[in-house]
């Protein structure tokens, strides 16, 4: 029953998910570092790293087992350590409700650019 609780929830939130799977945050070491966005890395700031979206792109992300729910900007590139589709900053992390796991079982979808 709570299986199906979840597919609706999840379905209802983010009808337009486009890819599940793991997200981890990083943090430690990389402040005030160099991203590749050319931005500096403020552990304070809500952004996440992935391997392709572009700089700027907006994506809403859910943490599956909580349901809190984020809207962040690519601002970096990652993950390249295990099986993760995304990393979060800090400040993401905080919010989703990831830190003490350090993993979590996310969704995504790419938002519309708000300037087309």
């Known amino acids: 029953m709570r299986a199906v609780a ?3 929830f999840v ?6 998910a486009d890819r599940v799977g793991r997200a981890s ?3 430690p070491g990389f402040f005030g570092r160099t991203m590749a966005s050319g931005q500096r890395y403020d552990r304070r700031r809500v952004f996440v790293a992935h391997k392709w979206l572009p700089f700027g792109a907006r994506v809403k992300i859910m943490n ?3 349901h809190h729910v984020l809207i962040a900007p690519v601002e970096d590139r990652g993950p390249y350590a295990g099986r993760c589709i995304l990393d979060l900053s800090y400040a993401a992390a905080i919010r989703l409700g990831i830190v003490k796991a350090g ?3 996310i969704a995504y979808e ?4 708000s300037d087309l």
């Open 6 to 8: 979840l597919l609706f």
């Open 110 to 113: 790419i938002m519309p650019r």
């Open 64 to 66: 599956l087992k909580n």
């Open 25 to 27: 945050w990083y943090g």
């Open 103 to 105: 993993v979590a079982h």
């Open 11 to 16: 379905s209802a939130s983010l009808a337009g």
